[in-house]
Nanobody, 115 residues
Framework: QVQLVESGGGLVQAGGSLRLSCAAS????????MGWYHQAPGEQRKLVAY???????NYADSVKGRFTISRDNAKNTVYLQMNSLKPEDTAVYYC?????????WGQGTQVTVSS
């Protein structure tokens, strides 16, 4: 069993920054690639960035150049640094493995960007 706990969300003005954290516990050796997903109101959950165990990263076009994903394997934590935030980034952000496992979903963390 894997538990993922997201934190770091909040309310920020457009152009601002936030840093999200995802702490993993449990049978984490089963996770190789980790990703950040977001779900805006009325939309499906989408993958925005992922990082492999070796540090290879990939980003959705909508966040490329603004978001940076990183991981600290010693702390079993994945981060998402979000800069130059836009109102369209408003969503609940979740971490999960890639490919995702339904059982791994946590409570997410709300990010709200005001214009």
């Amino acid at each position: 069993q894997v538990q993922l706990v997201e934190s770091g969300g909040g309310l920020v003005q457009a152009g601002g920054s936030l840093r999200l954290s995802c702490a993993a516990s449990g049978r984490i050796f089963s996770i190789n690639t980790m990703g950040w997903y977001h779900q805006a109101p009325g939309e499906q959950r989408k993958l925005v960035a992922y990082i492999s165990s070796s540090g290879t990263t990939n980003y959705a076009d909508s966040v490329k150049g603004r978001f940076t994903i990183s991981r600290d394997n010693a702390k079993n934590t994945v981060y998402l640094q979000m800069n130059s935030l836009k109102p369209e980034d408003t969503a609940v952000y979740y971490c999960n493995s890639v490919p995702l496992r339904t059982a791994y979903w946590g409570q997410g963390t709300q990010v709200t960007v005001s214009s």
